[in-house]
C-alpha cells in the first residue's frame, strides 16, 4: 500500500528583501554581511508546511534556523513565501534551478544546508534587485503565492 500524498507538505522559497547592507549575527556562523537586495530561501515541508510558512513568515519567534536570524531582523522585509505542494522536484532540485535561473550569487557557503543531499551551494541566494514574489512564481511550475503579513521595520 503507498500512503497518499500529505496535501500539507511540499516545497517553499521564501523571499526576503534586505532594505540596505545589514550585518546580521547567525549563530555559530558568526556575524554576516548582506548587501541590499533580494534573499530567496528554499526548503521543504514533508508535513504541516502551512504551518512552516507561518512560522517563516512571523516575526517574532524562537531563533532556531540559520534563516530565523533573518525573518526575525528589522532590516529583513519577510515579503511572502511561494509554495509548491504534490511537485515531482527535489528541495535541491528546485533549489539549484532557481539559483541558475536567477543568476543568484551565494551569500554564505551552505547556509540552510542541514537537510541538503544535492551538494547545493547554500540553500539562501542573493540577487542584487529586487525579485518579486511573482518573479519567483514564474520560475516554479504551478506555484502559489502566499503573502506575508505587513509589519514595519524598526
Ligand atoms: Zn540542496
Known sequence: MIAPPDPNSGLYVVVLQ?????????????PLHFDA?????????????????ARHLAATKR??????????NPGVRVV??????????SECA??????????GAVP??????????AHCP???WWHGGVVS???????VPAAQIVVGTARTAG
Request: glycine share 10%.
Open 18 to 30: 534586505i532594505q540596505a547592507r545589514l550585518c546580521v549575527d547567525v549563530g555559530a556562523l558568526g
Open 94 to 103: 528546485l533549489n539549484q534551478s532557481l539559483g541558475a535561473s536567477l543568476d
Open 80 to 89: 511572502g513565501a511561494v509554495v509548491v505542494t504534490g511537485a515531482s522536484w
Open 63 to 72: 531563533v532556531r534556523w540559520h534563516v530565523d536570524y533573518l525573518t526575525t
Open 133 to 139: 514574489l511573482q518573479d519567483v512564481a514564474a520560475l
Open 37 to 53: 537586495g533580494t534573499c530567496l530561501y528554499v526548503g521543504s515541508a514533508r508535513r504541516n508546511l502551512r504551518q512552516r510558512i
Open 122 to 124: 547554500a540553500h539562501l
Open 108 to 117: 554564505v557557503p551552505r547556509f540552510g544546508n542541514s537537510d541538503c543531499r
